[in-house]
Every structure is written in C-alpha cells, then in structure tokens.
C-alpha cells in the first residue's frame, strides 16, 4: 500500500512482545497490512527470536499472509487460468507444503510427457492411445492406488503423490488428466459420486462436451482400465444413487479442484486438525463466493477451453 512505510515494518516487528493482548492486536494488524512484502523480514525474525510467545506471534502472522495470498491466487486461477489443472493442483498442494519446489515437480511432470510423447503417435486409435498412458503411469513409472488409506494427507497433495507414487481415485485422475492435456488428448474429469473417472472424448475442440460425445470411461485407480457408460450405470444402482446427466459428461477443472478442496476437508476433520480444517473451509468460502460471480456474469470455463 502507498500510504505503507517501509522503514515502520522492522519496528513494528519488534514490537511483537507486547504483553497487552490489545496493543499487540494493533501491532498485527499493521504488520499484515504490508502483506506479501511482510514475509521476508518476518521469516528472519522467526529464524532469530529465542523467546518463544514472538516466535508463536511471527509464525501465525507469517501462516495468515500466506493464507491470505493463496486465497487471492485461487481465486484469479478459477477466473482467468482454470484451463491449466496442474496450476490449480499446485496451488491447493501448497495449503499443505507451502514451501514446496514448483520447478521441481514441473520437471517431473515434463518428464512423464516427455516419455508418453516418445511413444504416441498420429496413427494410433483412442483405445491404442490410452494403453500408451498407462504403460508410462503404471507400467515405467510404478504409480499406483493407496489401497489402504484414501483418506491419508499424503494422497493429496501433488509433491506427495509424485514422491510416493500413491494416491487415491482422486489425484490419480488428476495426475493422468494433466499429462493428457499436455499431451492434447481429449480427456476429461467426470465428477462421479463417490468415485472420480475420466472420459475420452470423440473431439478435443468441443466447446461444451456432454456426455454423449464420451467414446469410453478410464478408471485411473485401476491401472487406466477402460468402460463404457453402462457399467456407471451398474455402479450408481448399487450405490442406490439417481441417474444424473452430470455423472455421465466431462466436469470442469473448477470442480475438480472444489472436490480436491472438500476431499482436504474430510481428511482432516477425520485427522482431528481443527485448525486446518478452518484454514481449507475459508478458501473454499472465497472460492465458491467468487465463482458464483464469476458464472453469473460469464459463466465456467471447460478445462482445456
């Protein structure tokens, strides 16, 4: 801010002792007012201080700045970027690794393009194409589903599942669905109940595909095993779940992130995390706040559109 400065911020820094409660609310709020520009002094602060209530004061002023930022960064990615998925995965990883290394796991990601696009080419069928993606998910680089606990924290977050190689239904789909945009497949997300899938499309240029453009469904927690419409069909029976158009059609890479937002969610409350459990609850609040704006005046983008 222009009215801001710069030279009051270590002072203010220093004043992070003070035992009136009131004072100091004084002092925390004008720290916060310098926002991103705060996190830098505040950090060496932290790596200084050798009493412990400031340590505590600089460490949540430092995790509300941060917070702060990403609900902002969120926000302008479902507005103006959501047809970039491994963008919005990145972003909600860093509600768990705020200090995670993008360039590295942008490498990563390259690297497993890089071996599909070795081994696709031009005269290969649908069926052919996605046998290709699999050998390189499953088969070359061994990732495989965490049979034993869906829920784990480890499950959701990018960084993780391309150190550990395991996830849930979820970030498999999301993971496989990032290499096929890379890859320019027509491949979507479908927001299946209980359970995420992704289509292969008849066209990638369809501005609003629908379920009736889907040559086949992809079960990326089983190796990328392929199905038609009638075993969702079986499935959604079973679960005792209506038939609903939208279990059948492509979602958008904003509802995919919303449902890795919830899925965040779940795993903490079951964690007993209360705190981070209202960390992820205000950045969907703002998210869904400002989407609904944002579809009220254009309307929600198709990932990839």
């Not at 970039?84 to 690794?97: A, E, W």
């Amino acid at each position: 801010m222009e009215s801001l400065n710069p030279d009051q911020l270590p002072a203010l820094i220093s004043l992070l002792d003070e035992p009136d409660e009131k004072s100091f609310s004084f002092i925390r709020e004008q720290i916060f007012l310098f926002g991103e520009a705060a996190l830098d002094p505040l950090t060496s602060a932290l790596n200084n201080s050798l009493d412990g209530l400031v340590h505590d004061r600089i460490g949540k002023i430092i995790q509300e700045i941060r917070q702060e930022k990403l609900r902002h960064q969120v926000g302008d990615w479902m507005q103006f970027g959501s047809s970039d998925l491994l963008k919005g995965f990145l972003l909600i990883s860093q509600t768990g690794y705020p200090d995670l290394n993008e360039e590295d796991l942008l490498i990563k990601i390259e690297q497993l393009r890089a071996d599909a696009w070795l081994e696709l080419n031009d005269n290969l069928t649908a069926l052919e194409t996605v046998k290709v993606l699999n050998h390189i998910l499953f088969g070359m680089h061994k990732f495989e589903p965490n049979r034993v606990n869906l829920t784990a924290p480890s499950n959701q977050y990018l960084n993780t599942l391309l150190e550990t190689r395991k996830g849930n239904p979820l970030t498999l789909g999301m993971l496989y669905l990032i290499l096929a945009h890379r890859l320019h497949l027509p491949i979507h997300g479908v927001n299946l109940p209980q359970h995420f899938i992704l289509a292969y499309l008849t066209d990638i240029h369809s501005p609003h595909p629908t379920g009736q453009e889907v040559l086949f469904y992809i079960n990326p927690f089983n190796q990328g095993a392929v199905f038609t419409r009638r075993e969702i069909e079986l499935f959604l029976r079973q679960m005792k779940l209506k038939p609903d158009p939208s279990y059948f059609a492509p979602c958008t890479n904003v509802d995919i992130i919303h449902r890795l937002l919830h899925s965040l969610v779940h795993t903490y409350t079951r964690l007993g995390s209360k705190e981070k459990v209202e960390e992820l609850n205000r950045l969907i609040e703002t998210t869904e706040s400002m989407f609904r704006e944002d579809e009220g005046s254009k309307g929600d983008k198709l990932p990839g559109r």
